[in-house]
Structures are given as C-alpha cells and as structure tokens.
C-alpha cells in the first residue's frame, strides 16, 4: 500500500522522496509527525514496494528496525536504484551487510543507562564538522546509545566518529552512481514510542536535511 504525503509543494515540481516502513506503530507516529511528513512524497510498506514505486523516485529512506528479512527481497531493487543515481538512506538496526554490498557492521554491547554516570559520555564525535548536516545537528543529538559500528569501505567518508574509528554514521558517493547513508542509529523507533528527545532533535534535522540534499541534486 502506497500512502501520499500531502505536501505544500506539488509532487512534480521537487524530487520524489520515499519512505520505506515496516508496519509498525512506531513507524506509522514518525512518518505521519507533521515536521516529518512535510519532506516525504510517499510512504510505502516495505513488502509491498515494486519496481514501479522507484521509476520516478530519487531517494529512499528505509527506516530504522525494519526487519532485514523484509529488505533482503529487494536487495536487487535497492542496488539498481542507486546504480542509477538514487539517493538511499539505511537506517539502524535494519541489517545492512544482508541487502547491501561492502557494508562491515558489528553489533556491540549496548549501555541504556551511560548517561547516568557523572560526566559521563557515549564516545561519539562530529567527525565531519563542516559537512552541511551539522548546519542543524550537534554531538547532543546523534547521542542516546550504541547498537552497531561499521568499518567504512574505502572511498566513504565517516560523518559520526566512536572513539575506537568506527562509524555510526558514514557517507558513500564513491561506490555508486548515486549516493548512501548508513548509520546505526535508530530515531525512528525513539520518537515514535514518545521518549528520548535527542531522537526527535535528529529526525527533525536529519530528515529535512536529507530532502534538501535531494533538491539540491546533491544525490548524483
């Protein structure tokens, strides 16, 4: 089932951005969040997305905690998008080294309660503080707790450092015609179950940051 987000700006006159959801509440509270919506062409349920959804579309957002055995079946889809110029963005907790190539991810030990400890600190940094997504988003917002870190193939370029070198977050323009983003982070899930205002904070820099990079034509 596909669900069009109505938009102030006509669908035609600005690059298609879809969302790929799967099913949950969670998922439903995040896409259907005015500051959210405003920037998403379409919502699609990730089982019933087809070659015909992605015709005229120039980003795709596969969100947070979708399961991987759900996105695995359009692993060939995703690729050929991007080998055309698309613009994907894979969201945490969804799998990633299943449905696309050259991803090396590990899963860590998560620590829920870090942030009790006096002074304490997750360990992130903005490793990339010129880059334009940090015009909106600080270290505060991209840090609530760890679930995976990637090694980041050659050619990406890492935009949230773990103090160890790896990525939570990282960008690749290199190994496509189009562009990925990767991160492990999962606002998604956060904001839609209504706790961890730095989840909220992210979405709402992130998510506008990534259609203005569609209107841009940054994605190619």
């Known amino acids: 089932m596909t669900i069009s987000i109505p938009t102030s700006t006509p669908q035609n006159a ?14 439903k509270v995040t896409f259907e969040d005015p500051k959210i919506a405003e920037h998403i062409d379409h919502v699609i349920y990730i089982r019933d997305l087809c070659d015909d959804d992605l015709i005229d579309a120039a980003g795709l957002i596969i969100a947070c905690r979708t399961p991987a055995e759900a996105i695995v079946p359009h692993a060939a889809r995703i690729r050929a998008f991007l080998d055309r110029g698309g613009l994907v963005v894979a969201m945490g907790d969804t799998g990633q080294e299943k449905w696309l190539p050259d991803v090396s991810r590990e899963q860590v030990e998560t620590n829920f309660w870090w942030w009790l400890e006096p002074g304490a600190d997750l360990g992130l940094e903005i490793a990339r503080p010129d880059h334009d997504l940090f015009t909106a988003l600080g270290k505060a917002d991209v840090s609530w707790h760890l679930h995976d870190l990637f090694d980041v193939p050659a050619g990406a370029v890492s935009l949230v450092d773990y103090k160890d070198g790896r990525s939570v977050l ?51």
């Open 14 to 27: 600005r690059p298609k951005l879809i969302a790929l959801d799967g099913g949950t509440g969670y998922h």
């Open 170 to 220: 990282y960008e690749d323009t290199t190994s496509f015609k189009g562009r990925l983003v990767v991160t492990s982070l999962d606002p998604m899930y956060h904001h839609g179950a209504y706790f961890m205002p730095a989840t909220t904070r992210f979405l709402y820099g992130f998510i506008p940051w990534v259609r203005r990079s569609l209107d841009a034509g940054n994605q190619m």
